[in-house]
């Protein structure tokens, strides 16, 4: 009897168990579409780039380049890779000879710079691992302009807070016009002396599937950041009318915009 | 993890008869086992969410998509049926319904790394994923913070760290194990040497865990390279998370059953209110 009995409420125990962690599943899944706790897990990433920024990663602290021995062979596309917008298929057509590069926004004197104009400006190459917010990595030679030059020709505002990418790929087919890719950065990572925008990958001028003409590396942070199919820079004070108004394509789409981890 | 506690005190009515009641383990270590329990379970399916995203695993700087370590993924049948595959080091198994293809909410076989039902959210969902995961991430390593702080200042480590006697002991812990006999008494006060030995490789796999996830980091990358060094770059980091968490997983499997086994009741109070029933060897004739 006695035996019984404790097997009766071990099945209670085993069930009250199972169900519990029925009930917590379910639970998980409403915590994660909750707007108030959706925000709560949220803190983490302040928490994350504040430590990051402040408190560990010296400003300037370089990301690891490796040798030639170490490149991937070829270099995975993700995301856009042949945009089918009107306005980059022609210049696409035209091998990008009268495609210029925008530079506006809050600053003194705004620019417009052709690729033959990029490529007479000091170029920075550098052999980097660009590590998908999926968790690949790939490692691919880049050869491009050092933004922060080009920003400081162009004179920021003293509200100048981010700066702004604006790309030519419609990742996302959507009503109002948020499915076109965007990416925001923060002057740390504008000025930081690899945020080059690259035309060459790999000792070649960029294909379209990685990014042609022109595409963003920014090395210490994941690779969404590295908006592909620049056509225009924007000096800005704050993001919130961008898009959704989470700073970029993928923000908007729930990713952290600060991706250095 | 918890700490043993030396002194026995006698609480009068709550006592079995002629048995004692132990401290064992103090508030802050009973608080921060059951945070950690939590963290540990939730960045576990969060991390599963994750993986799933690319499910695979590789060794070196960079990801060889040709000859990963480990991968998972569906393939179409000749009649149409999915089955899942699971590939190690070359070799494919069929895990058909649990690794590599597993039901949807609808029912169907859809291609998945693990399952929706250990995995959070249980719907592919990276975005989310991550930000439980960075969230809890954070809760652990203050927790554990906390935790390895009182451990040094209480000196309690030496209480996981096994004497020349406790390893000479192995093969008879282990065999008295083997026979479902806990030790009993006096004895029930201290951890024997494969309750050290477990404790102490979780207290040293979870700081390496934390270290290997960390070294996913590019910021972090550009700030401690070293750790690259350490770990043999970014995703051998990542092959070294996963076993870590698993060797974990195997770490929390042994550890309930040995909780079940020897004495569910009395050890979950134990690790609830600090009380520990001794049970005094009982000499049958």
Redesign the interface.
């Known amino acids: 009897m006695k035996r019984e009995a404790i097997l009766s409420r071990r099945q209670i125990l085993t069930r009250v168990a199972l169900g519990g962690a029925a009930l917590g599943?379910a639970g998980?899944?409403r915590l994660?579409n909750a707007r108030q706790s959706?925000s709560?897990?949220?803190?983490?990433?302040n928490?994350?780039r504040t430590a990051?920024r402040a408190l560990?990663?010296?400003r300037e602290?370089?990301?690891?380049e490796?040798g030639p021995a170490?490149l991937?062979p070829g270099f995975?596309p993700n995301g856009s890779v042949d945009p089918d917008d009107p306005d980059y298929v022609k210049a696409r057509d035209e091998h990008f000879v009268n495609w210029k590069l925008d530079v506006g926004g809050l600053v003194d004197k705004p620019m417009q710079l052709s690729l033959a104009d990029l490529r007479q400006l000091p170029a920075r190459a550098q052999i980097t691992?660009h590590?998908?917010?999926?968790?690949?990595?790939?490692?691919g030679k880049w050869k491009g302009a050092p933004l922060g030059p080009i920003l400081n020709s162009a004179g920021l505002k003293p509200s100048a807070r981010y700066i702004a990418f604006y790309c030519a790929d419609t990742l996302e087919q959507t009503l109002d016009g948020t499915g076109r890719y965007y990416e925001t950065i923060d002057l740390v990572d504008a000025f930081h002396p690899q945020t080059i925008l690259a035309y060459e990958m790999n000792d070649q001028p960029l294909l379209v599937a990685n990014g042609a003409p022109l595409r963003l590396r920014v090395?210490?942070?994941?690779g969404y950041k590295m908006a592909k199919y620049v056509m225009r820079i924007e000096a800005i004070e704050t993001f919130d009318k961008m898009g959704r108004g989470r700073g970029g394509f993928?923000e908007d789409?729930?990713?952290?915009w600060y991706a250095?981890? | 993890m918890s700490s043993a506690n030396e002194g026995s005190i006698n609480v009068g009515p709550a006592a079995p008869i002629g048995g004692r009641v132990n401290y064992r383990h103090t508030l802050l270590v009973r608080i921060t086992h059951w945070i950690n329990a939590i963290c540990f379970a939730l960045l576990l399916m969060s991390g599963l969410q994750i993986f799933n995203a690319y499910p695979a695993l590789n060794w070196g700087a960079r990801s060889d998509f040709d000859k990963p370590l480990l991968a998972m993924g569906a393939r179409q049948e000749s009649d149409g049926s999915v089955k899942g595959v699971t590939t190690i080091f070359g070799k494919s198994f069929t895990t058909t319904g649990i690794l590599g293809a597993s039901r949807d909410e609808s029912g169907q076989l859809a291609e998945r790394g693990f399952p929706s039902w250990i995995t959070i959210p249980s719907y592919q969902d990276l975005a989310t994923g991550r930000r439980w995961h960075f969230f809890f991430a954070w809760l652990l390593v203050l927790n554990g913070a906390v935790y390895v702080a009182n451990l040094f200042a209480r000196r309690h480590l030496k209480d996981f760290l096994p004497s020349g006697r406790d390893l000479r002991s192995i093969p008879a812990s282990i065999w008295e194990h083997a026979r479902l006999r806990f030790p009993k008494g006096d004895e029930a006060l201290h951890y024997n040497v494969l309750q050290k030995l477990a404790y102490l490789s979780v207290i040293v796999a979870l700081p390496i865990l934390v270290l290997a996830g960390l070294t996913m980091s590019p910021a972090i990358d550009a700030t401690f390279p070293w750790l690259l060094s350490l770990f043999g770059g970014r995703q051998s980091a990542r092959t070294i998370h996963f076993i870590a968490a698993f060797y974990l997983v195997g770490f929390v499997v042994v550890h309930v059953v040995m909780v079940l086994l020897s004495g569910f009741l009395n050890n979950m109070i134990s690790m609830i209110t600090g009380r520990y029933a001794i049970e005094e060897e009982r000499h049958e004739a």
């Open positions: 599943l998980c899944d994660s959706r709560v897990l949220e803190a983490a990433e928490l994350t990051q560990l990663a010296p602290a370089l990301a690891p490796y170490d991937s995975k691992r590590d998908c917010v999926e968790g690949w990595s790939f490692i090395e210490r942070q994941l993928w789409r729930g990713y952290e250095g981890i």
